[in-house]
């Protein structure tokens, strides 16, 4: 399976960007759906992620303003991102979790929040 995220790019404060997930292929009902990040000069951090009950989890730092959401049929999932902060500014990677050993990642979207 190949993820590709894309939607990146370059906003203003407070400004909204959607990104997206495509997988090449149907990716199991069972797999939790997940986004990272990493910004200048860190390490790739926890944003959100949807387990396959639909239950959502939120970085403290994004709860309330970002929201993950999946569509099973066409192998997506999306980050809607609001109110967009300069510290948010980061290369954004997708994540499906298949098992405790088997998960796949994209090749990361490029955020950047600067006025």
């Known amino acids: 399976v190949q993820l590709q995220a894309s939607g990146g790019g370059m906003v203003q404060p407070g400004e909204s960007l959607r990104l997206s997930c495509a997988a090449s292929?149907?990716?199991?009902?069972?797999?939790?759906r997940g986004w990272y990040r990493q910004g200048p000069g860190k390490q790739r951090e926890f944003v959100a992620s949807?387990?396959?009950?639909?239950?959502?989890r939120y970085a403290d730092s994004v709860k309330g303003r970002f929201t993950i959401s999946r569509n099973i049929a066409n192998k997506m999932n999306y980050l809607l991102m609001n109110n967009l902060k300069p510290e948010d500014t980061a290369v954004y990677y997708c994540?499906?979790?298949?098992?405790?050993?088997?998960?796949?990642w994209g090749q990361g979207t490029l955020v950047t929040v600067s006025s």
């Open positions: 994540r499906a979790s298949i098992s405790a050993s088997l998960e796949y």
């Open positions: 292929r149907r990716i199991p009902s069972t797999a939790a």
């Open positions: 949807i387990a396959p009950n639909g239950e959502t």
